[in-house]
């Protein structure tokens, strides 16, 4: 309840950027599907730019048109673009990361 009413008091002020840290966590992944499927909403009806920080990969394969990977051992940018296009990409550390350190990326799995 809490994360919506925060979301309500950012989303009165109109705003044409709305910035989301680590929307999802300590939900149940129900909760943080449905998140997901608001933020998506919320992106088409105001539309507006929605910055989200998180490690949630379910999450970064459902509403991320554009991702950027930060290495903390270099202190800079590692890689931008679409996650799925990057998940194929040459950079070995964010493909690691895009498939928890397999081959493919959670939602590409065999079902």
Same mark, same amino acid.
């Given at each position: #309840?809490?994360?919506?009413?925060? =979301?309500?008091?950012? #989303? *009165? +002020?109109d705003p044409g950027v709305l910035f989301f840290d680590e929307p999802s966590a300590g939900l149940d992944p129900i909760s943080s599907s449905?998140?997901?499927? =608001?933020?998506?909403e +919320?992106?088409?009806s105001l539309g507006? %730019?929605?910055v989200v920080? %998180?490690? $949630?990969?379910?999450?970064?394969? %459902?509403?991320?048109t554009n991702s950027l990977y +930060?290495?903390?051992?270099a202190r800079t940018m590692t890689a931008l673009?679409?996650?799925k296009e990057l998940l194929r990409s040459g950079n070995e550390s964010?493909?690691?990361?895009?498939?928890?350190?397999?081959? $493919? *990326?959670?939602? $590409? *799995? %065999? *079902?």
């Amino acid at each position: #309840m809490q994360k919506r009413a925060g =979301l309500a008091r950012a #989303m *009165a +002020l109109d705003p044409g950027v709305l910035f989301f840290d680590e929307p999802s966590a300590g939900l149940d992944p129900i909760s943080s599907s449905l998140l997901d499927d =608001l933020i998506l909403e +919320l992106r088409a009806s105001l539309g507006a %730019t929605i910055v989200v920080v %998180t490690h $949630e990969l379910a999450s970064i394969f %459902t509403i991320a048109t554009n991702s950027l990977y +930060l290495d903390v051992d270099a202190r800079t940018m590692t890689a931008l673009g679409p996650p799925k296009e990057l998940l194929r990409s040459g950079n070995e550390s964010v493909r690691r990361f895009l498939s928890r350190g397999g081959t $493919e *990326a959670p939602h $590409e *799995a %065999t *079902a």
